[in-house]
Nanobody, 124 residues
Framework: QVQLVESGGGLVQAGGSLRLSCVGSGGTFSRYYMGWFRQAPGKEREFVAAISWSAGNTYYADSVKGRFTISRDNAKNTVYLQMNSLKPEDTAVYFC?????????????????WGQGTQVTVSS
């Protein structure tokens, strides 16, 4: 059983930056592919970014491409999401997730484990 804990959310003005972290425990972190998703009030959970176990492959939603960067440090059991040029529409609860089989990284249902989420609020 893998436990995931996100941190780094908060309130930031439009144009600002935040870095989210997700620490994993209870499993071999380096064997999991990792993803970030977000969910705004009244909306479905949507894909943000994903990274393969070796960090050799990364995937991004079109809405964040060029502004967000996903990375990981397997020695620290941590995956990061660097968010720059934030917009009010980026406001959501951000979740990290772990997947043992990296077939459909953009699909929430393919992930095996989820964190509790961290709130990101971008003011205009």
């Amino acid at each position: 059983q893998v436990q995931l804990v996100e941190s780094g959310g908060g309130l930031v003005q439009a144009g600002g930056s935040l870095r989210l972290s997700c620490v994993g425990s209870g499993g071999t972190f380096s064997r999991y592919y990792m993803g970030w998703f977000r969910q705004a009030p009244g909306k479905e959970r949507e894909f943000v970014a994903a990274i393969s176990w070796s960090a050799g492959n990364t995937y991004y939603a079109d809405s964040v491409k060029g502004r967000f960067t996903i990375s990981r440090d397997n020695a620290k059991n941590t995956v990061y999401l660097q968010m720059n040029s934030l917009k009010p529409e980026d406001t959501a609860v951000y979740f990290c997730a772990a997947d043992r089989v990296f077939i459909t990284p953009r699909v929430a249902g393919s992930y095996d484990y989820w964190g509790q989420g961290t709130q990101v609020t971008v003011s205009s």
